[in-house]
């Protein structure tokens, strides 16, 4: 088996943040993968901003400050520009991204990108097609973000929920536009519909400060349409969201060219929630259109999809059911699985 080290600067987080509070996306991903490759028999360590070294199912954490070992049979960048060549010795070297790429152009990306070559991992076909055919890489890889067991594991059918939409992500991804067209058309037509919004800035643990202004505004304008149905909560830990995401009866998420994966629709797909969303960066590649849900060409659709699902009780089960059938197959070991193949011929 390999040695495997990754290393992150962003926010503080560790193996324990899934328990105790709301996680970003590129967070929990890495959590999945790098457990999921402890449970195949790697050696496994992440250097993050954690404040303390603990070691969580098989993976061990170590603060970055304490400095990166000079090899390992794989070393895995994630994000920053200057890790990219901070484990020189590792023999497989990979960057992984979760934005769409094109902040990589720019120079500080581009030089260590050239001298290391590591494989750039991205999460999707649209999250490939944001970096061009010219720019450096060893090699480039798709491996689609796993989705945690406990989404995947229920398969039991639902009776339909009472008319409740949700939306569980950053409120700058679309959620002010989806205020405007809840209070302008769904609303009016279905009044004892309610939209639940889990929402907020603790899921990016101090991260989105910089847009703590327009979160707070758009956080705002929900919190004023309580009359049109709109219910305001906190953001949840994962075994607190699951519940909720089963008691709802669709996830209404119109998207945003900034979003390469969604893990807040693959979840609800794979617990067989419904989705109305926007042909928008990722989100055709997590909703089945016409059969997990649908993908809306413009607001009017979207509004006439979701009153649909809200209402219709054999339209609802018929997509829930193909939710439960056809989505979350893909878990965090198959991603592991794939990231394996980097280690031969080792």
Known sequence: MAVIILADDGVPFDGTSPDTGPL??????????????????????????????????????????????????????????????????????????????????????????????????????????????????????????????????????????????????????????????????????????????????????????????????????????TAKGVICRDPLPRAELIPVLKAARLMLYSGDVGETFCLAVGEAQALGLPAVVRPIGSLPERVRDGQTGFVARDDAAMAAWAMALLSDDALWSAQHSAALAMQGAWGWDHAAAEIGTLLAPL
């Open 24 to 225: 970003g996306g590129a967070e929990a991903a890495v959590i999945g993968l790098l457990e999921a490759l402890a449970a195949r028999g790697h050696t496994v360590t992440a250097y993050t901003r954690c404040t303390k070294a603990v070691a969580v199912r098989g993976v061990a954490w170590r603060p970055l400050g304490d400095g990166l070992p000079e090899s390992a049979d794989l070393y895995i960048a994630n994000r920053a520009h200057h890790l990219i060549a901070a484990c020189p010795a590792a023999r497989r070297q990979m960057f992984w991204i979760h934005n769409p790429a094109s902040y990589l152009l720019k120079l500080r990306y581009l030089l260590p990108l050239w001298r290391v070559k590591p494989v750039i991992v991205f999460s999707g076909a649209y999250h490939a097609s944001t970096y061009p055919a010219w720019a450096p890489a060893g090699a480039r890889k798709i491996v689609p973000y796993g989705l945690p067991d406990v989404f995947r594991q229920d398969k039991t059918e639902r009776p339909p929920p009472a008319p409740v939409a949700i939306f569980t992500s950053n409120p700058l991804r679309g959620l002010d536009g989806l205020l405007d067209l809840w209070a302008d058309r769904i609303h009016p037509a279905l009044p004892q519909a309610r939209f639940l919004i889990h929402s907020g800035l603790g899921t990016y643990r101090g991260g989105a400060d910089r847009h703590r202004a327009a979160m707070e505004a758009v956080l705002a304008k929900a919190q004023s349409l």
